[in-house]
């Protein structure tokens, strides 16, 4: 009785722990993109349908700002000048700081990024 009486009070709350996917969607033998064949989650409740849009939203901002500093920072490590280095420099490590202050990225890891690239702008 009381686990009746436990799981319809979890029911009440709304909790979103309980989404299942839909199915099993297995990728064919070509190849395509990762993307498309992301699960598809099947909500109990109408809170858990706005947090999976919420999800999906934030998910494609966070790979578009990590990936544009990833990109930043490849361009800075390719660079054999040490004038343009040093110039770039602080564009990317304000991008850095600005993705670990929101979460996107790890603080230490913008720290260690941060670190590497001053080695390398040294060595130049």
């Known amino acids: 009785m009381l686990t009746v009486v436990a799981m319809s009070l979890k029911a009440r709350?709304?909790?979103?722990?309980?989404?299942?996917?839909?199915?099993?969607i297995n990728p064919p033998q070509?190849?395509?993109s990762?993307?498309?064949?992301i699960k598809k989650e099947m909500a109990n409740h109408k809170s858990c349908e706005k947090r999976i849009r919420q999800t999906k939203a934030a998910t494609l901002h966070n790979h578009y700002y990590a990936k544009t500093m990833r990109n930043a920072v490849r361009?800075?490590?390719a660079m054999k000048n040490k004038e343009e280095a040093v110039k770039l420099y602080p564009a990317v490590q304000t991008m850095l700081d600005k993705l670990a202050k929101n979460n996107i990225i790890h603080k230490n890891k913008a720290a260690n990024i941060k670190s590497s690239l001053m080695q390398h702008i040294a060595q130049l």
């Open 13 to 24: 709350q709304g909790s979103c722990s309980n989404v299942r996917p839909i199915a099993n």
């Open 30 to 32: 070509t190849r395509v």
């Open 75 to 77: 361009k800075l490590r």
């Open 34 to 37: 990762k993307a498309q064949f």
